[in-house]
C-alpha cells in the first residue's frame, strides 16, 4: 500500500515565501508551522490580503511570508 500524499500546506514552505491559505489555516498556525514570531507580523504584511479581521483568511488566498 502507497503513502498517503501528503496535504497542501501541511508543509513549511521557506521563510520568505509565498503561502497559499488551505482549507482550516488559521495566520497562528500558519506562523506556529514556519517558525515566525508570531501571527501579528504575518497579519501586518498581509493585511491588503486578508483585511480587517485577522480570524478570516479564506482557502486560495495567497500570503507572503517574512
Do not use: C, E, K, R
Not at 500546506?9 to 482550516?24: D, E, F, I, W
Amino acid at each position: 500500500m502507497p503513502a498517503p500524499a501528503p496535504q497542501p500546506g501541511s508543509q513549511p514552505a521557506p521563510v520568505g515565501g509565498p503561502y497559499t491559505v488551505q482549507s482550516g489555516d488559521t495566520l497562528y498556525g500558519i506562523a506556529t508551522s514556519h517558525h515566525l514570531d508570531g501571527w501579528t507580523q504575518l497579519y501586518q504584511d498581509n493585511l491588503g490580503v486578508v483585511g480587517g479581521n485577522p480570524d478570516l483568511i479564506f482557502p486560495g488566498q495567497q500570503l507572503q511570508l517574512p
